[in-house]
Structure formats: C-alpha cells, structure tokens
C-alpha cells in the first residue's frame, strides 16, 4: 500500500457540524434514546473479547472464505442491519455509509479515495448478517491482551466477567505487548474495523495506507479521542492518526445529515468502486 505526502488537514478545532453540538454526540448515560440496548451490547461484549477470543476470530474470518461479492451486493445487504451499540442513530447503516462518503466529498472534492472510504468503512459489518451476534461485530474496540483503561466505553468496570482481567499475563499496563510495539502487533476486540481492513489487503485493493489505518481503527475511540493507548503505537501509527481524527469527523458527525439518495449516488461511486476495489471480492 502506497502512502500519501500529508496535505492540509480540516483544522480540528473548527466547528465541523454548527447545526448540532458535539455534545449530542456519543451520549452513553442513560439520557441516551437507545440506553438499554447500547448497554446490553457492551456489556456482553466487555465480558467475551478476550485476547484469545479476537485471535480466533481473527483465524477464521480472514481466511476470507465465506462469499465472493461486490462492494454494491454487500452495501446493499447491509440495508438491513441497524447497529446496536449505536447511541446517534437508528437508521439503516448503508444509509450512514452514503453520509459519510458525500460529507467527505463535500470537504475533499479532489480526494476520491477518501470519499470512497468513507462509503466502505462499515461493511465489514455483513458479519452480522452472516450470524455473528454483534457484541463482536460492532462498537468502539480496545487492544486485548493487556488490561482495559477507562478511556474504553463504561470504563474498566465493564469488564468485571472478562476471564482475561484475573489472568496475570493479560491484566498489566503492558500485557502481552512490548513499549511502542505498533498497533499493527495488537490483538484488538474482533468487530468490523479489522475485518474489513483483511478484505481490502486480502483482495490487493489498492486505496492508500491512510485509508487502511481509517478502516482498521475508526472505532478505536480510546486511542484517537480518548488519547490512550499511546504506549502501544509506533512512529507510523502516530503519523497517520491524523488521517483517523480526520475520517472520524465525517464518520460521526454525517449523523445529522438529511438521508442521501443511493440510486442517484450509485454511478458515482460505483467508478470509485472500479478504479479502487472492482469486481468481486472475497469475504
């Protein structure tokens, strides 16, 4: 994978969406419209990960061996999930992947692979389609294999009936993990981010190594909000988190958006689709 020269970043302190606030964003107290389900979720998730629960998963999603399907089949079968650890929304999530991509499109008309990203980053949700529960698909993810830090949704304490917090070799700072190992050595919760980012290296697509980094760890909010984790990342990790507070603006805040029309926005994408990813993929 290529990696671009940096370009001018949107200024982060920039009011990105005035027509809500970000504190309407992201409310997991119980104010939240979908509390109980977000918590249930969560909770179930906390407690399963553990590190060797995401290695196995790991081993039997990326053999990639479940379908052969295009990125239009799979957006469109994704139609049907709404996910459950989201507290913004309850739409459809091929729906959120349209705001996302013409959001970007809008703030960077001359970045097609950005754009494109924004329309893929979710669809290695289909596991649940497929039958995964999605405690194991969706949500924010956290490195296993070393102990959880309250930077993670519902903080430490959520992982109270996780087997891995008692075992000595997984429940330090550090764990399994050396100081400023890379996140690319890191065992994080299985969910969709890491899935998806094995479709596109597994097929040889060829968006750059920031939209990889987007992919792979748009949910992995302890690190690029909460600004932990640090110890774990390499000199790389830390060049393209720029690119993944980027990504999550368009990511997050597209939530507000009036619903895109996808008939009329397909041809557009769809030569992305060709120049980027084209024909069938393996999942």
């Known amino acids: 994978m290529r990696i671009l020269q940096p370009v001018p970043i949107l200024d982060p302190s920039d009011k990105f969406r005035p027509e809500k606030s970000e504190e309407q964003f992201r409310d997991f107290t119980e104010n939240c419209e979908y509390y109980d389900r977000v918590r249930k979720t969560y909770d179930k998730m906390h407690s399963s990960q553990t590190y060797e629960f995401a290695k196995n998963k790991m081993e039997t999603w990326g053999q990639l ?14 139609n049907s999930l709404v996910d459950e650890s989201d507290p913004d929304v309850d739409v459809p999530n091929s729906v959120h992947a349209f705001q996302t991509a013409e959001r970007i499109r809008e703030a960077h008309p001359d970045k097609e692979w950005l754009q494109l990203t924004g329309l893929i980053h979710d669809l290695g949700k289909i596991m649940a389609i497929w039958g995964e529960p999605q405690w194991c698909v969706v949500g924010d993810t956290f490195p296993t294999g070393c102990a959880p830090t309250d930077s993670i949704v519902f903080g430490k304490e959520s992982f109270v009936n996780n087997p891995d917090v008692m075992n000595p070799a ?15 050595k890191v065992i994080m919760s299985w969910g969709h ?31 690029h909000t909460g600004k932990d984790f640090n110890y774990l990342c390499n000199e790389k990790d830390m060049k393209m988190l720029p690119w993944v507070l980027e990504f999550n603006k368009f990511d997050l805040y ?8 996808p008939v009329a926005l397909t041809p557009y994408y769809q030569g992305l689709i060709d120049k980027y990813c084209p024909g069938k993929l393996k999942w």
């Open 193 to 223: 981010d890491e899935y998806m980012y094995r479709v596109l290296k597994g097929n040889n697509c060829t968006l750059p190594e920031e939209a990889m980094y987007m992919i792979r760890f748009h949910s992995f909010y302890p690190w």
């Open 170 to 184: 997984y429940n330090t700072r550090l764990g399994v993990y050396e100081e400023n190992c890379g996140l690319d």
């Open 254 to 261: 597209s939530k507000a958006d009036e619903l895109p029309d």
């Open 65 to 78: 061996n479940k379908a052969e399907m295009t990125i239009m089949e799979v957006l469109d079968m994704i």
